[in-house]
């Protein structure tokens, strides 16, 4: 009964590869995040859909095209691998008017070799 | 720069001790949250306090919020192991969630 999941947990990869995270929310809420969490810890909002739509996208490289195939489920494609992508990445959900109470997936923590 | 800042950066107490964690942020805002992060997890969110409110308690957490100051506080009465986390305060601006830098706490046994 996991509310906001995110597949895989560990990835680790090679510069210049492509690869995909996934994220499934089955709380029915209509808005979707990806943030992306630096080594110090530090939490930046990179997208924002609602209802399959992008709201947010902030100064993110173009090798990042999240996409959502429906309401309750925002992928996130990475092109072309840089060192510097390595993070956690996480998926969050919430309901449109409710942008300050997030659900939050476990993270996916992605190293780049 | 940061719409949100903590200090301390890290806080090492003794269980049964209180913990305070301070907020600062930028703009004015219509409320603030509170979140804690376990070690390898996602966030949960823990508390939100409105503008027009100076004090809300949850249990043994107690946030406080001076608008003039632009700031918040978040105490941990009574700590528990279990309580190690990081703790985020956030605040949400044109519809955009903006993360403080985050306080590691440590509730030593």
């Known amino acids: 009964d996991t509310a906001v999941s995110q597949t895989p947990k560990y990835l680790v990869t090679q510069m210049g590869n492509d690869k995909s995270i996934k994220c499934e929310q089955n709380?029915?809420?209509?808005?979707m995040y990806w943030y992306k969490q630096d080594s110090k810890k530090f939490l930046k909002i990179m997208f924002s859909y609602n209802n399959k739509e992008l709201i947010i996208n902030e100064t993110v490289p173009n090798r990042f095209s999240p996409k959502s195939p429906d309401k309750a489920h925002l992928n996130l494609h990475i092109n072309s691998l840089e060192l510097g992508d390595s993070a956690v990445y996480f998926c969050?959900?919430?309901?449109?008017?409710?942008?300050?109470?997030?659900?939050f997936g476990p993270g996916t923590r992605l190293t780049v070799t | 720069s940061q719409q949100g800042e903590e200090d301390p950066q890290a806080l090492s107490i003794q269980e049964g001790e209180n913990a305070t964690m301070n907020c600062s942020y930028k703009t004015s805002i219509n409320n603030l949250q509170w979140y804690r992060q376990n070690s390898g997890r996602g966030l949960v969110h823990l508390i939100l306090?409105?503008?027009?409110?100076r004090e809300k308690h949850s249990g043994r957490l107690r946030v406080t919020l001076d608008t003039s100051k632009k700031s918040s506080s978040l105490l941990i009465t009574a700590s528990r192991a279990a309580d190690t986390a990081s703790y985020f305060c956030a605040t949400v601006v044109a519809g955009k969630s903006t993360f403080g830098d985050g306080t590691t706490l440590t509730v030593k046994p």
């Open positions: 969050a959900s919430s309901q449109p008017d409710r942008v300050h109470e997030q659900y």
């Open positions: 709380l029915g809420h209509d808005t």
């Open positions: 306090i409105r503008s027009n409110e």
